[in-house]
C-alpha cells in the first residue's frame, strides 16, 4: 500500500473512531435509557470531541425557532449527541434533516452525515495532492474560467504585483488561502478606508498566504433575490462513466449581507441540476423554512437559472484541467458575461439534502462503486 493510501486510512479512520457498534446503535434507538448510556460512555471516551460537540448541540437547541417552545429539550440533546456517536450526523444537521420528528433507524440511515461526507471525500481526493487546498494554487490553475483579476499575497516579492493589482482595483474581495464556509472572506475598499497601501500589506502578508480578487459583479438577472453575490455550488463526482453532475444548490445573503453562505446568515435551496431551476425548501442555518426570500420576497421555487447549459460546460472544462480532483463543489456567479467560478472546494457539504428533505446516502453508494477512489471504501452498515 502507498504512502497515500496509508495517509488516507488514517484519516478515515481518525474520523470513525468516534462511532458506536452497529449493535449498540439498535440498542440505543429501541431504549432511551439504553441510548443515555451510550452516550455517557463515548463522551467520557471521546472527551476533546464531545465537548465541541456538546456546545453545538445546545446552541442548536437554544438557537433553532424549530425547536422554541418544546418540552423535551434534555431528550433532544440526548438524541442530538446519540446521532453523532451512531451516524455522525452533526447538531445542526439533526435540526436540518428533522431527526426530532424521525427516531427510526433506517429513516436516519438514508442521509450522508457530516463524518460519511468528509470520509468519502478522503476516499475519493487525495487530499496529499488536492490543487484546491490553496486558493491561490487554485486561482492559478484556473484562471481562466475565474473572469477577473487576483493577486497573491505569500512574501514581500508579491509587493509590486499587489500595488499594481490594487491601482486597477481598489474595491476587491479579501481571502484566506486557505479557508472554508466564508471564514475570513471581506470586501475592501483600499481608498475608502484611509489604509496606507504598504501598512496594509505587511499587516496582510504576517498573517498568512492571501488571495485578493477583483470583486465580482453580477448579473441584474441574479440581483432579484439580493445584491450580495448569489452564488450556486453545484457537485460534480468523476466516475469511470464519465464526469456527473447529479445535485447543487442555490444561496444567497440576507440584506445589507456581503456574503451568500448558509452559515453567514444567508438562505438556500436545491437545484435540479438536469433542469437548471431551483426547487425544494428555502432554508437557513437555523432549519427556518420560507416561501420566498425574507428580505426581497422573490420566489425561489422553479426559478430558472440563465444559461444554465454554460455553467455545466464551465464546470465540465475546468474539471478537465485537474482531472486528480474526483470530487468537486463548484461555487458559480452569474455575471454579464456569463457563469464564472467564485471558488472550487475539493468537497462541500451535502446541503441539498435538506433543502430536498430526502438522503442521497444510495446514490452516493453507486457514484462510489464507479469511481477510483484513493483507497476502497464505501458506506455499506453505516
Given at each position: 500500500?502507498?504512502?497515500?493510501?496509508?495517509?488516507?486510512?488514517?484519516?478515515?479512520h481518525?474520523?470513525?473512531?468516534?462511532?458506536l457498534?452497529?449493535?449498540?446503535?439498535?440498542?440505543g434507538?429501541?431504549?432511551?435509557?439504553?441510548?443515555?448510556?451510550?452516550?455517557?460512555?463515548?463522551?467520557?471516551?471521546h472527551?476533546?470531541?464531545s465537548?465541541?460537540?456538546k456546545?453545538?448541540a445546545?446552541?442548536?437547541?437554544?438557537?433553532?425557532?424549530?425547536?422554541?417552545?418544546?418540552?423535551?429539550l434534555?431528550?433532544?440533546?440526548t438524541?442530538?449527541l446519540?446521532?453523532y456517536f451512531?451516524?455522525?450526523?452533526?447538531p445542526?444537521e439533526?435540526?436540518?434533516?428533522h431527526?426530532?420528528?424521525?427516531?427510526?433507524?433506517?429513516?436516519?440511515r438514508?442521509?450522508?452525515?457530516?463524518?460519511e461526507?468528509?470520509?468519502c471525500r478522503?476516499?475519493?481526493?487525495d487530499?496529499?495532492?488536492?490543487?484546491?487546498?490553496?486558493?491561490t494554487?487554485?486561482y492559478?490553475?484556473?484562471?481562466?474560467?475565474?473572469?477577473?483579476d487576483?493577486v497573491?499575497?505569500?512574501?514581500?516579492?508579491?509587493?509590486?504585483?499587489?500595488s499594481?493589482?490594487?491601482?486597477?482595483h481598489?474595491?476587491?474581495v479579501?481571502?484566506p488561502?486557505i479557508?472554508?464556509?466564508?471564514k475570513?472572506?471581506?470586501?475592501?475598499?483600499?481608498?475608502k478606508?484611509s489604509?496606507?497601501?504598504?501598512?496594509?500589506?505587511?499587516n496582510?502578508?504576517?498573517g498568512?498566504?492571501?488571495?485578493?480578487?477583483?470583486e465580482?459583479k453580477?448579473?441584474?438577472i441574479?440581483s432579484?433575490?439580493?445584491?450580495s453575490?448569489?452564488t450556486c455550488?453545484?457537485?460534480?463526482?468523476?466516475?469511470?462513466?464519465?464526469l456527473?453532475?447529479?445535485w447543487g444548490?442555490?444561496?444567497?445573503?440576507?440584506?445589507?449581507?456581503?456574503a451568500?453562505?448558509a452559515?453567514?446568515?444567508?438562505?438556500?435551496?436545491?437545484?435540479?441540476?438536469?433542469?437548471?431551476?431551483?426547487?425544494?425548501k428555502?432554508m437557513?442555518?437555523?432549519?427556518?423554512?420560507?416561501?420566498?426570500?425574507?428580505d426581497?420576497g422573490?420566489?425561489f421555487?422553479?426559478?430558472?437559472?440563465?444559461?444554465?447549459?454554460?455553467?455545466?460546460?464551465?464546470?465540465r472544462?475546468?474539471?478537465?484541467?485537474?482531472?486528480?480532483?474526483?470530487f468537486?463543489?463548484?461555487?458559480?456567479?452569474?455575471?454579464?458575461h456569463?457563469?464564472?467560478?467564485?471558488?472550487?472546494?475539493p468537497?462541500?457539504?451535502?446541503?441539498?439534502q435538506?433543502?430536498?428533505?430526502?438522503?442521497?446516502?444510495?446514490?452516493?453508494?453507486?457514484?462510489m462503486?464507479?469511481?477510483?477512489?484513493?483507497?476502497?471504501f464505501?458506506?455499506?452498515g453505516?
Open positions: 500500500m502507498c504512502i497515500h493510501s496509508l495517509c488516507t486510512w488514517g484519516k478515515i481518525q474520523l470513525e473512531a468516534i462511532y457498534k452497529p449493535e449498540e446503535v439498535s440498542e434507538e429501541n431504549s432511551f435509557i439504553r441510548k443515555e448510556q451510550l452516550v455517557e460512555e463515548s463522551c467520557r471516551k472527551q476533546k470531541r465537548s465541541r460537540i456546545k453545538a445546545d446552541k442548536a437547541l437554544n438557537t433553532s425557532p424549530l425547536l422554541k417552545g418544546r418540552d423535551d434534555e431528550q433532544l440533546r438524541d442530538i446519540f446521532c451512531a451516524y455522525g450526523y452533526v445542526e439533526y435540526v436540518f434533516y431527526f426530532y420528528d424521525h427516531r427510526d433507524e433506517a429513516y436516519r438514508t442521509y450522508v452525515s457530516e463524518i461526507r468528509l470520509c478522503y476516499a475519493m481526493n487530499f496529499t495532492e488536492s490543487s484546491f487546498s490553496d486558493k494554487v487554485e492559478d490553475t484556473l484562471k481562466a474560467f475565474y473572469g477577473r487576483a497573491a499575497v505569500r512574501s514581500q516579492s508579491d509587493f509590486d504585483a499587489f499594481r493589482f490594487i491601482k486597477e481598489p474595491v476587491f479579501e481571502k488561502a479557508s472554508s464556509m466564508g475570513g472572506v471581506r470586501l475592501v475598499n483600499i481608498q478606508e489604509v496606507d497601501p504598504k501598512k496594509y500589506f505587511d496582510l502578508e504576517r498568512g498566504v492571501w488571495l485578493l480578487e477583483q465580482i453580477q448579473s441584474s441574479m432579484v433575490f439580493n445584491n453575490v448569489n455550488r453545484v457537485a460534480s463526482f468523476r466516475t469511470k462513466d464519465g456527473e453532475i447529479p444548490f442555490f444561496r444567497t445573503g440576507r440584506k445589507g449581507s456581503f451568500d453562505n452559515h453567514l446568515g444567508g438562505v438556500y435551496a436545491a437545484i435540479d441540476t438536469k433542469k437548471g431551476i431551483i426547487c425544494g428555502v437557513d442555518s437555523h432549519g427556518s423554512e420560507y416561501a420566498a426570500h425574507p426581497s422573490a420566489i421555487e422553479n426559478f430558472a437559472l440563465p444559461d444554465w447549459k454554460q455553467a455545466l460546460d464551465l464546470i472544462k475546468a474539471a478537465e484541467i485537474v482531472p486528480e480532483v474526483k468537486s463543489s463548484w461555487d458559480l456567479a452569474y455575471t454579464d456569463g457563469w464564472v467560478i467564485v471558488e472550487v472546494n468537497s462541500g457539504q451535502f446541503l441539498w435538506a433543502s430536498m428533505q430526502k438522503g442521497c446516502k444510495e446514490e452516493i453508494k453507486d457514484i462503486g464507479r469511481m477510483e477512489l484513493v483507497v476502497s464505501g458506506l455499506e453505516r
